[in-house]
Nanobody, 120 residues
Framework: QVQLVESGGGLVQAGGSLKLSCAVS????????MAWYRQVPGKQRALVAR???????NYADSVEGRFTSSRDNDKNMVYLQMDNLKNEDTGVYYC??????????????WGQGIQVTVAS
């Protein structure tokens, strides 16, 4: 069974930094892409950052230049370094993997979400 578990969230002052981690467990045939989404109150879940083998890393305009995502394929880990945090970065952050447990079984997998709150 595939599980995604986020860690590293919490409360931070505006201008500060946090680093989120996502660990993927379970046997996967392949991981096509890993991504971070966030959901803010009253809005739909939106893409923050994605790493794809073909494209590389891309970011939402709102976080470009402040957030950096990286991936460790051997450990099936993805990270989101968040710098110069702003109040509008507050939300629940979700780790996402587009992966296959066997050939032809591609689907999205989601973590449970982790709260990031930016104060002041």
């Amino acid at each position: 069974q595939v599980q995604l578990v986020e860690s590293g969230g919490g409360l931070v002052q505006a201008g500060g930094s946090l680093k989120l981690s996502c660990a993927v467990s379970g046997s996967l045939f392949n991981i096509g892409a890993m991504a971070w989404y966030r959901q803010v109150p009253g809005k739909q879940r939106a893409l923050v950052a994605r790493i794809q083998s073909i494209v590389g890393a891309n970011y939402a305009d709102s976080v470009e230049g402040r957030f950096t995502s990286s991936r460790d394929n051997d450990k099936n880990m993805v990270y989101l370094q968040m710098d110069n945090l702003k109040n509008e970065d507050t939300g629940v952050y979700y780790c996402n993997a587009f992966a296959a447990v066997r050939l032809g079984s591609w689907q999205d997998y989601w973590g449970q979400g982790i709260q990031v709150t930016v104060a002041s």
